[in-house]
């Protein structure tokens, strides 16, 4: 969220914020086209285009002008492969132009598959391999009290990529050290690359396992504007304690051939079904 004199009233935010994700939609379907042959994570991305949408655009505090600025808030998108909502926001928090999002997964582009480290562009993180996004923004949290600085650190992770052991590290470390400032965010689609996660790898009492290791956490709607703007300003939790937002989507959300199909977790996206899903986006 820019800095501004006027602070929006909740309904504002959430109007604002609505008005960003479709936006934010058509950036994404326009990069996917683009690619070509070398496709997109189409799936994955739309899943988290709400969240996105929210932290950049009602939450986070940033300043484009400023991408160092040391008491902004950090973002690390875990699941690197969510990069088409991620460029999205980016671009709509104006650390650079949308027409730059063309040059998409072309030679020498800052904006490949997965992010890479690029301060000016908004990127605080490379990531890729999963399971590392939690311990990174855990380390940022907690050297908040060395630079004495107050900001928060939010890392967007997959479900999936919690059937890895260095995630559930990071969580039993964050909150010994109490990193209240710490706020994970969980993709919860219910479907990675291999299949249902009820099928590789069941998760099984998500929350209370996030709970069990000392955490606070919430289950919302994870499309639902108001939900996640309310769960992201909820002044009730315990500030000594890390935050878990586990939001409950649909991998492809929004485009009725994409929705819980396996298939476009990494796709080619062809003109005709370009021109579908912008269709259907006009009664998202």
């Keep these: 969220m820019k800095l501004e004199h006027a602070i929006p009233t909740r309904d504002e935010a959430i109007q604002k914020i609505a008005s960003m994700n479709k936006r934010m939609r058509k950036l994404a379907f326009d990069m996917a086209l683009s690619a070509g042959s070398n496709g997109a994570h189409l799936g994955g991305g739309l899943s988290i285009m709400e969240l996105l949408a929210t932290l950049y655009g009602g939450i986070m505090k940033y300043d484009p002008q400023n991408p160092y600025w040391e008491a902004r808030d950090r973002f690390i998108l875990s699941k690197g492969h969510g990069v088409l909502a991620y460029y999205s926001a980016l671009a709509e928090a104006g650390f650079f132009s949308a027409d730059e999002l063309e040059a998409f997964e072309q030679n020498m ?6 992010p890479v480290l690029n301060m000016p562009k908004g990127i605080e993180f490379s990531s890729g391999s999963l399971g590392m996004g939690l311990s990174f923004g855990l380390g940022i949290a907690l050297a908040k009290a060395t630079h004495r600085r107050d900001y928060n650190v939010y890392v967007l992770l997959g479900d999936g990529e919690c059937n890895e052991g ?43 396992k996030w ?62 079904q370009y021109e579908q899903a912008i269709a259907e986006l006009e009664n998202y």
């Excluded at 582009?109 to 997965?114: A, E, Q, V």
């Excluded at 709607?221 to 989507?249: L, Q």
Aim: a negative charge.
């Design 109 to 114: 582009s800052p904006f490949g598959g997965h």
């Design 166 to 208: 260095s995630v559930w590290e990071a969580a039993m470390a964050a909150a010994h050290y109490q990193a209240g400032n710490l706020i994970a965010v969980i993709d919860r689609n219910n479907l990675q690359y291999d299949g249902p996660n009820n099928e590789v790898m069941n998760l099984m009492n998500f929350a209370d």
């Design 211 to 272: 709970r069990s290791f000392g955490w606070e956490a919430v289950e919302i709607d994870g499309h639902s504007i108001p939900d996640i703007y309310d769960a992201f300003t909820n002044e009730n939790r315990d500030p000594a304690k890390p935050y878990v937002v586990i939001a409950n989507t649909v991998k492809g959300k929004g485009v009725s051939f994409m929705e819980n199909n396996r298939d476009w977790h990494h796709n080619r996206l062809t003109q005709t």
